[in-house]
């Protein structure tokens, strides 16, 4: 491997699926190393299993990574289209001695691992055509080409969160590098692709620490430099359990169209095994110049959803009422295309923000709350709201639209004169105050309600409450 002045780390999904958290997760550690240094964040596609690889979810590792900011440098490598380069390397080491042909047939194997089993030995290969040279028997039968590692001493791994880990030699069997049709193995693939690409550092999920030790011995018996391995442990649900679909183990997209925002997840996902001293609140730049292997802590994280809530309210709040505004648009065009937002609907939605925002978790919590923005005239009113239109309401709410009429359109004024009407008419402010929000909202939860109709304007706030004495 050639000298690099700077890291060199990649993210390498399998699009056998979606994005998931833990890749998410990964991939954020390794764009967050890169851009600490000034190194490269390179993104390589390992799409050697033809049969569950799918232009699907190439797109949905994309689309996740472009929307959590994640961007990469270059352009992606696809591991399946290098499949000549690592047959290449293959037999390199089989023309050093370093890997040997094995023609024993899938029924021998099988043989082997029963016998194995019935000894109560370890099941691995068993080394029969290491030393052995084909005959006249073996011409143009099928083979595999093997790696001939070491047997006997040890594998050592240095895992910067790991430690050092080891491995017996004995236990490591020669493993295959070329299939009998010829394709190369994954473990073949992955060596051969860091190397070339001057990957200088290793940084993937804990499930991947044997991987290492095997992928180590064909970095030696190239004479390759070994990377920087981390293998970080896993995310477990909040009881403790391997993560799954019930936990919260959904495509990054999937909490995109829940409402939670990048930066948000960036934080969470961040926090999800590496800490910086009693920090919770880490927005990217300060994680960019923050960041570093040695606070990748070695117990499995729990993922917790109310802490992503939590997070992300706090990243809505913060953020500017235009920007935020657009993050709503984008979603509700996703999930309810039939929606439009004209100049008007956008502009109630920008200056409603700092009603909305407090009272809100996530995209999808705000839009509910200010569904009531984007109707023209009285929103239909859910059951609550109409139990509050009563009889005597409807005919108190066109004296209060005639009243109100009269006032400067701005929260304190409207406050005022809504006193005042509710003292002439010998009745409490919150005997109209009620009926009044469910005009305008069709709820009786809302925002303050003269707020609420600051944001509405005046022409169309009349036209709502004047809507319910007809």
């Not at 000549?84 to 194997?109: D, I």
């Not at 309210?313 to 648009?329: I, K, N, P, S, T």
Request: proline residues 5%; aromatic residues 8%; contains cysteine.
């Amino acid at each position: 491997m050639t000298e690099n002045p700077k890291p060199v780390l990649r993210f390498a999904p399998s699009p056998t699926g979606f994005l998931h958290i833990g890749g998410a997760r990964t991939a954020l550690f390794n764009w967050l190393y890169a851009r600490h240094t000034g190194g490269k964040f390179l993104l390589r596609i390992e799409d050697t299993d033809r049969e569950r690889s799918t232009p699907e979810a190439v797109a949905a590792i994309f689309n996740g990574m472009t929307w959590m900011g994640l961007d990469w440098d270059g352009e992606p490598t696809f591991q399946f289209a290098r499949a000549e380069r690592h047959r290449e390397v293959a037999e390199q080491l089989l023309a050093q001695g370093r890997a040997y042909r094995c023609y024993a047939t899938p029924q021998e194997l099988e043989q082997m691992r029963t016998e194995q089993k019935a000894k109560g030995l370890s099941v691995r290969y068993d080394g029969r055509w290491r030393d052995r040279s084909p005959g006249p028997e073996q011409a143009n039968m099928p083979f595999v080409v093997r790696i001939k590692g070491p047997q006997t001493g040890e594998t050592v791994v240095h895992d910067v969160v790991q430690g050092t880990v080891r491995w017996s030699n004995d236990q490591l069997d020669d493993m295959v590098l070329l299939r009998s049709d010829g394709n190369p193995t994954y473990m073949l693939a992955v060596v051969v692709d860091d190397f070339d690409m001057s990957v200088t550092h290793v940084i993937r999920g804990a499930d991947h620490l044997n991987n290492a030790a095997r992928q180590l011995q064909i970095i030696q018996a190239m004479g390759w430099s070994i990377p920087v391995y981390g293998h970080v442990p896993l995310i477990h649900g909040a009881d403790g359990a391997k993560l799954s679909k019930r936990h919260g183990a959904l495509a990054v997209e999937a909490y995109r169209d829940m409402g939670y925002l990048p930066e948000a997840m960036r934080n969470y996902l961040l926090r999800l095994g590496w800490s910086h001293g009693d920090e919770e609140i880490i927005p990217t730049e300060k994680a960019i110049d923050w960041f570093n292997l040695d606070g990748i802590g070695r117990s499995a994280a729990r993922f917790d959803l109310k802490k992503l809530d939590s997070l992300n309210a706090h990243y809505m709040r913060d953020m500017y009422d235009g920007a935020l505004a657009d993050e709503a648009v984008a979603l509700a065009n996703r999930v309810h295309p039939g929606r439009t937002f004209d100049e008007v609907r956008r502009a109630r939605l920008t200056a409603a923000m700092p009603l909305l925002k407090p009272r809100a978790k996530t995209l999808v919590e705000l839009l509910e709350k200010a569904d009531f923005l984007f109707t023209d005239g009285a929103p239909p009113a859910d059951k609550a709201a109409q139990a509050a239109l009563t009889g005597e309401a409807k005919l108190l709410l066109p004296k209060l639209a005639a009243a109100l009429d009269g006032s400067d359109w701005d929260t304190a004024s409207l406050e005022a004169r809504a006193r005042a009407f509710a003292e002439a008419e010998g009745v409490k402010l919150g005997d109209i105050a009620q009926p009044l929000r469910a005009a305008l909202t069709g709820r009786t939860a809302s925002p303050p309600v003269f707020d609420v109709m600051a944001v509405l304007g005046r022409e169309e706030s009349l036209t709502r409450i004047r809507a319910q004495g007809e």
